[in-house]
């Protein structure tokens, strides 16, 4: 009895009912946070003339995805949480998902493209204006936009291919496509097999590029004689190096563990992380391990307060 469904239900945190509105104050805080630190750094990077080079154009689109990133879901969940109205729409729930894996694609091919500039600039420096010039630049951010919006369509039509007939139930704080082809019933080996295509495709090929852009940086940076100019260039890459650790540490950890007992909870937990921490470490991390954005800041701050 295959059911072609109208609606699913949002079953977040429904073990801790008691505790819900517990939560709506601390989403609401990471989301205003989120929100006002990625503004800060994309007011500060489209203004002050000294951050216009190729490293920080890359971060300010990073930015902007994590403003569009965490305004998918987190609004929906704080709504359910304030109202109890677990209901979405079929419509909604596929439009949810296509939207936060684009933005999410789009994000893993950013710091890809992030860490390719940190070769660039480590291991040629000389070249590195021509060889990053602005043309270029715009056309990786573009190649970076394209691919994540046009991957996330080819997935979100074949998972709305799906039949539900087990349950409309989603135990998640989103409509996340791994929880969805749990509930969903009949032959999915098709969409299992797209589903391990995408993963090494957007997964593992740019982790992939990372570890050769890095392991070529390292190279480099040892082969400096003086330490200080080993600080100075590893410098350059600890806050690219700490967002790539949180950003793939949470996403394996929530998509890579396999089902357990506990599972449902784990890939909850691993979703506030992913959906909701990330984005609002990265502008502070950038903030505060970047002497010239700090600077930047600063300066913006104290012409518009004092």
């Known amino acids: 009895n295959v059911t072609q469904v109208a609606d699913f239900y949002i079953i977040a ?3 801790v009912s008691g505790q819900k509105f517990l939560f709506f104050p601390s989403f609401l805080l990471l989301y205003i946070i989120c929100l006002l630190w990625n503004m800060l750094i994309l007011v500060v990077l489209f ?3 000294h951050l216009q ?4 154009y890359f971060l300010r689109n990073l930015s902007g995805v994590d403003i569009l990133y965490v305004s998918v879901a987190l609004p929906k969940l704080m709504d359910i949480i304030i109202t109890e109205n677990n209901r979405i729409s079929f419509t909604a729930c596929f439009s949810q998902m296509y939207f936060f894996t684009s933005f999410a694609c789009t994000e893993i ?5 992030m860490s390719y500039d940190r070769y660039v600039a480590i291991c040629f420096p000389l070249h590195y204006v021509i060889l990053m010039d602005k043309t270029k630049c715009s056309l990786l951010v573009a190649g970076c936009w394209l691919s994540g919006f046009c991957n996330s369509l080819f997935v979100t039509i074949f998972a709305s291919r799906l039949s539900f007939c ?17 509930i969903s019933c009949g032959d999915i080996y098709e969409f299992q097999t797209m589903i391990m295509a995408e993963a090494f495709i957007m997964g593992l090929c740019p982790f992939l590029l990372i570890l050769m852009s890095y392991s070529k940086i390292l190279v480099n940076i040892l082969g400096l004689r ?12 600890t806050s690219h190096l700490t967002i790539l650790l949180i ?14 007992e506990h599972s449902e909870k784990l890939d909850q937990i691993f979703s506030v992380f992913y959906l909701a921490v990330t984005p609002t470490l990265n502008p502070l991390i950038y903030t505060l391990r970047n002497n010239e954005v700090k ?3 600063y300066n913006l701050l104290s012409k518009n307060i004092f």
């Open 247 to 260: 950003f793939y540490g949470t996403l394996l950890c929530m998509y890579m563990i396999p089902p357990s």
């Open 166 to 182: 087990r349950s409309t139930h989603i135990k998640q704080i989103f409509c996340d496509i791994k929880t969805l082809t749990k």
């Open 295 to 297: 600077n930047a800041i």
């Open 47 to 49: 203004t002050d003339i």
């Open 226 to 237: 003086s330490i200080g100019q080993r600080k100075k260039a590893f410098s350059t890459c």
């Open 53 to 56: 080079k190729p490293m920080y």
């Open 109 to 113: 091919w950013l710091l890809t493209m």
């Open 13 to 15: 945190f429904s073990n």
